[in-house]
């Protein structure tokens, strides 16, 4: 149905003199239908997130405020994703590895997610990770 790769998409944004709007809607802009919505806020300076990946889970992370940077890791490749802007996102279909980091005051992540929350969907070991990739 849709190609399953990571990748940054566009949202639609409408320009207005009393301020910009952006919208989404699953399976038309995202391709998933969304099951589950959550945000990280009030990041102490220098922490980080995630550290993990999800066997079943697709989700869309965009910042809605502020900025940070998502790591990807597909076994193989290490990729960062500098997100700062709230009129795009970043696709992360499953089986992908996870980490977020460098998160600005005031930053606000939403993810949306494609299922509901199931802690049986997590990896959170890299070395166990790696091994699903073999
Ligand atoms: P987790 O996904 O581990 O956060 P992160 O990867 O960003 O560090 O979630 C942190 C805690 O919140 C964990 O105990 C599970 C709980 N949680 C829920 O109960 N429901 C949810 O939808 C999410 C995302 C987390």
Redesign the pocket.
Known sequence: MFNQEVKIIDLPKIVDSRGNLSFLEGEVHIPFDIK?V?W?YDVPGGE?????SFKKQCEFIIALSGSFDVILDDGAVRNSFHMNRSYYGLFIPSGIWRE?ENFSTNSLAV?L?ST??D?DD?I?NYEEYKLTKK
């Open positions: 589950r959550y990280i980080l997130r995630g550290g993990h977020m993810v997610a509901f929350y802690a997590y959170r």
